[in-house]
């Protein structure tokens, strides 16, 4: 087992830079209230009420400024348990009401309660932290955005401010130097230049429309993932997009998921529906509506469903965080002595995934539930029971994985895989949920050998998690040139003149003879050969094959490869052959 982010050195130290920014912010705007200022993936941030004051890009370059003189001064960072009363005290002497008494009073009672100050500067924190402001070397803030207060917007709105930290200035610089290429591979600037996919204000926020090219890329990878779902036993199902309320309120989302679903519909009949949020319980009724053998089990349904989540504006992110999207779902029924093998098979397959897709580089995170949360249904022996199956699913495939308390579903601990792209960048993937609750809540059955009824347990999987979010990933990771057999159009075949088209039909028709699902096109435009060749250079498109008279009169195609550029003419049934294999 590795020790998670959250209990490594570099949290530590992106925690204590985000308590060196609040006390330089102090420093520099004393009328600030302070909010809330974690580490995340790639940082930290700070939300920070400033009143009527608009901060500014040229003030980052102040606060950084004054960071570093605090960091110099090397002020020992001191940790230290305080009673509710003298929390209050310290709250009101720092100016930082309303907002830290209301966390304080989030704190049950009976827990530590603790502070950690630096010099003047003293903050209510569970931590950790580095022992002093010197430890804090390499560090950069990178912009500011509005936050509403506990992400409700019904509350006031605040700035946060964005920064990040690093061990070593190398590597700070390298993260740097990746946020500006990032920009260069935003993919929601690459989608609507590749043909992928838009947004229309008219139609809503965080509701994509996909282009052509999106369209077959979508395709594309949900035939490869149906494909070798079938190989692998799953049937498929389809659910519709709405639902009866009465379905959510007997699995509980409708209790901890209400904030996330859109508003709720009333027909003539006063019967209730909403827009899914998931798919799970339309498996459930499937499951539910034959008494199932156990030579039957397992039972794998998998769909591709789409689904509606009320997302904030705020938090839309192009393809990344939308409102409608599609999950390729499924669903495993399994008796308990088929439970690791089943776990195992399906993180063979989120992993198969990965590697055909070229996302090698990956950590696995176990989610368990925090003992301090009340959110989580189920006894604790069966998350007992769970935990430990996803654990030695683990250690049985020798992957080597790491605990995040609090990261787990409502109903269940998961796993799940944690992606690095092109640039370093962490994703969150593919996702595998053991779930003893929501057959309980269902009263699914199966009969036994010994002809007794039963209790299944359930497995959720996601591999992609969504193809929105996939795709959004995949062309940021491939800056948009995807690999041959993911490539929307793999090949286009460029006329030099009218008198060619005919010949350019023949060299599609000659690849569609060794296998009629490739994407090709022939681009029957009126431009000059060279604005062709730009604007298929443009799209990113693996091949272009060039055709005139030579090509013609000798059974050839002038070939420019996206990675190695013009390769001269080749003989057309070698050149298929070379691609195809």
């Known amino acids: 087992m590795s020790v998670s982010y959250e209990q490594s050195r570099l949290y530590a130290l992106r925690h204590s830079a985000a308590h060196l ?45 004054k960071m570093r003189e605090n960091a110099e001064r090397d002020l020992p960072i001191v940790r230290e348990e305080v009673s509710r009363q003298d929390a209050v005290a310290r709250i009101e002497r720092m100016h930082q009401t309303p907002y830290k008494v209301e966390l304080l ?17 003293s903050d209510l924190c569970r931590g950790p932290h580095v022992e002093s402001t010197g430890k804090i070397s390499h560090f950069k803030l990178l912009n500011i955005a509005g936050a509403y207060w506990r992400g409700d917007v019904k509350n006031r709105m605040l700035t946060r401010v964005y920064g990040t930290a690093f061990e070593t200035q190398e590597e700070l610089e390298r993260y740097l130097h990746n946020l500006e290429e990032a920009k260069k591979r935003d993919h929601r600037t690459l989608g609507r230049e590749l043909g992928l996919f838009m947004f229309s204000p008219i139609v809503g926020q965080g509701l994509p429309l996909w282009l052509p ?23 498929p199902v389809v659910t519709p997009n709405i639902g009866n309320i009465a379905l959510y309120e007997k699995s509980g989302h409708i209790i901890t998921f209400k904030e996330k679903m859109f508003p709720f519909m009333v027909d003539e009949d006063g019967d209730t529906h909403i827009l899914k949020p998931m798919n799970c319980p339309f498996h459930i009724e499937i499951y539910r509506s034959e008494l199932r053998s156990y030579r039957e089990l397992p039972v794998r349904l998998a769909e591709f469903g789409t689904v509606y989540r009320y997302e904030q504006s705020g938090e839309l992110a192009g393809m990344l ?32 995934v990965c ?53 787990a579903a409502f109903y269940g601990p998961k796993l799940d895989l944690m992606l690095r792209d092109a640039l370093g960048r962490t994703w969150q993937m593919g996702t595998v949920q053991v779930d003893y609750s929501l057959p309980e809540r269902f009263d699914l059955e199966y009969v036994g050998e010994d002809g007794q009824k039963h209790r299944p347990i359930m497995i959720h999987r996601a591999p992609f998690g969504s193809l929105e979010r996939m795709i959004g990933l995949l062309t940021e990771h491939y800056a948009g040139a995807f690999p041959f057999w993911l490539a929307p159009v793999q090949i286009a075949i460029l006329p030099i003149a009218d008198r060619h088209t005919d010949y350019a039909a023949k060299v599609r028709d000659a690849f569609w003879k060794r296998d009629r699902k490739l ?53 057309l049934e070698a050149f298929i052959a070379s691609v195809l294999g």
């Open 519 to 571: 994407r090709i096109k022939i681009d029957e435009s009126s431009e000059r050969l060279g604005k062709k060749i730009v604007m298929n250079q443009k799209l990113k498109i693996p091949f272009m094959l060039i055709v005139g008279d030579k090509d013609v009169e000798n059974g050839t195609v002038s070939v420019r490869s996206r990675e190695e550029g013009d390769l001269g003419p080749k003989p």
């Open 105 to 121: 009073n989030d704190i049950p009672e009976g827990e530590t309660i603790t502070f950690y100050s630096q010099g003047e500067f």
């Open 355 to 407: 590697r055909k897709l070229g996302l090698n580089d990956y950590r696995v995170r176990i989610g368990t539930k925090d003992p301090n949360d009340q959110k989580y249904v189920g006894s604790d022996e069966n998350w007992a029971l769970a935990e430990n199956a996803i654990v030695s699913a683990c250690q049985t495939m020798n992957l080597d994985y790491e605990l995040s308390p609090g990261d």
């Open 213 to 235: 090219n999106g369209a077959l890329l979508r395709e594309t990878l949900s035939e490869f993932l149906k494909d070798e779902q079938m190989k692998r036993g799953y049937s």
């Open 321 to 352: 965080r939308v409102r409608g999207f599609t999950q390729d779902d499924a669903h495993l029924f399994v008796r308990p002595d088929q439970l690791l093998d089943e776990f195992m098979g399906v993180v063979d397959l989120t992993i198969f």
């Open 21 to 65: 920014m609040a006390q330089s912010i102090l420093q520099l705007f004393p009328d600030a209230k302070l909010t809330i200022g974690p580490p995340i993936e790639n940082g930290f941030y700070y939300d920070v009420d400033f009143g009527e004051q608009k901060l500014t890009e040229a003030d980052l370059e102040r606060i950084e400024a």
